[in-house]
Every structure is written in structure tokens, then in C-alpha cells.
């Protein structure tokens, strides 16, 4: 059966407010529900986009400072400036334009995220999104990881002169390198020219965001900066550009479980946030320097 995924929302970014002093995000999706709620895209509980900014160079490291995570992933992608981050339990690194960081925080870590120390004294235009992405319940206390994904790594797939970048799922009969716990899909589409069809199993809710340049989505217009959520029936939709454009298409098959967040914890159950509030001050997550 072929059916066409409807286009049910165009998401204007919503105000910008600062995380730490480095991310200077339009919150998208939040538990808050503002404007579109985690229960909504599940197991995309939280999406955060620093749309294109200059940063003027500066000596003091800009970012935010060390805290905790537990229940889900932190997945970010540069698109332009670099960004750091150290765990608590030993992962780490620095990734550059077109890269991902894929933080499985799970049982719970400290970590800190803040741009790199060679972008902070150049300065220039940062780019980035930061997805937060649920766990299954039976996932949520399995141990950390932390799968850094440089753009090389991922799978490019030719659609005639446009291009899809596989980070996580499937696209034909390619796969993303990202490993996760449920079915995701996260892939950057570089339209120039071809228009791109995604076709998905059944339940996927998905969502697609103009990175770079105005797109259109099922014959819908989606300014640059906006936001698409399409429908969680249908299959297919396509995506295509007057001129070259970014498109990041995101999302997963909805959990079915409750959502209890507070802060930077998202569980399935009060008792299991209070549980994490006692065990992060216990001490539990493990320790981190500033
Ligand atoms: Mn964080």
C-alpha cells in the first residue's frame, strides 16, 4: 500500500532563549509542550535549534557547564562551528561541521557541552540541533554509551543531483551508523535539482526541519528555520527545493509508554524522577571536573 504522509503542522521557530551561554536555541518540542509536545513526536521528546548565529571570537569557553542526564539519548549535529562535550562515564569529543554526537545517557551521566576551544577564539557562524531521544522503558537504566558520528561515516545516498545523508535508520536499502534502542530515522537531505522521496514502515512519526534554504514538503512551502510535522498515518512524502537546500527529517515509532520529565530526566514514572533526583544527589552519576 502506498499512502502519502499529510503535512499536519508548519512550525514558525518559535522565540530564541539561551542554554548555558553557547546554545541560543528555538525550542521546537519540549515537554513544556510549547510548541509541540514530546507526547506528540515520541520518542522525539525534545528538539533544540540554534539556527544560523555569529559568535565573535572570545578567550572564555562559552557552552554549558556540567549536569546530568537520565532516561534517553542527547543526539546533536553540527552544521557549522565546533562543539565539545565530556561524560561522565569517559566519553567525549569535539565534532566539526556535519558531525554527530549520539549520547546515550540511559542510567544517568554528568556531562558538559560547550564549543570548542579553537572555535571560541576564531568565533563565526554556529549552526546546530539538539534532539533529545526517548529510551524504551526497559532501556532506560541499561549503562551509558557514547557513539561520536563523523560525516564521513555515514551512508550518502545519490538520488539523481540531490543527495541523502543517513545518520540513523534506513533509506532503501541503506542504514544509518547510529545505533539506538527503538525505531529512528535521522538523515540530512541536500536537495539540488531531483526532488527526494522518503517512504517508512507504518507508524512513524516524522518530522522535517529547513536547514538551509527554503523547501517543500508534499507541495507544502517550508520556509528555512520551520518546522514540518507530518502525519503518523501514511508512508510516503517528498521533499524538493526551487534551489539547493538542507532538510533534516527526524523521528521514530511512538513508544507507548508514559512520559514523566522533570528537568534534565525524562522516566516513565514520578517515583523513578524521584528516584534520579535522590541518586544524582548521591552522587550516582559519577563525577566530572568543570
Ligand atoms: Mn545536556
Known sequence: MHSEKIVHQVVAPPPVHFVGDGFRVHSFISPSGSPIR?????????????????????????????????????????????????????GGGTIGQGDVQWMTAASGVLHKEYHSEA????????????????LPAEFKMSPPKYQGILRA??????????????????????????????????????????PVAYAFPDGFRIGVLAVRGDAVVNGTPLPQD???????????????????????????????????????????????LHQAIQDYNAGKFGVLAD
Not at 554549558?64 to 565546533?82: D, M
Not at 521514530?252 to 522516566?267: H, N, R, S
Open 38 to 90: 514530546s507526547q506528540d513526536m515520541n520518542p522525539i521528546i525534545m528538539f533544540d535549534y540554534n539556527s544560523r548565529h555569529y559568535f565573535g571570537p572570545s578567550e572564555v569557553k562559552r557552552g554549558v557547564g556540567v549536569h546530568p542526564h537520565r532516561g534517553f539519548e542527547t543526539v546533536t549535529i553540527a552544521y557549522e562551528g565546533q562543539i565539545s562535550h565530556h561524560d561522565s562515564s569517559g
Open 119 to 134: 572555535f571560541t577564539r576564531t568565533g563565526g557562524y554556529f549552526q546546530m540541533v539538539q534532539l533529545w531521544v526517548n
Open 153 to 194: 561515516e555515514m551512508a550518502h545516498i545519490p538520488v539523481g543531483s540531490s543527495e541523502v545523508e543517513l545518520i540513523a535508520g534506513e533509506f532503501g536499502d541503506q542504514h544509518g551508523p547510529a545505533s539506538t534502542f527503538s525505531p529512528v530515522h535521522l538523515s540530512n537531505a541536500y536537495l539540488n535539482g531531483d
Open 226 to 272: 520551520h518546522l514540518a510535522v507530518l502525519s503518523e498515518s501514511g508512508n510516503e512524502f517528498t521533499l524538493s527545493a526551487e534551489g539547493e537546500s538542507t532538510v533534516l527529517v527526524f523521528g521514530g515509532v511512538d513508544l507507548k509508554e508514559p512520559i514523566a520529565p522533570y528537568g534534565p530526566f525524562v522516566m516513565n514514572t514520578t517515583e523513578e
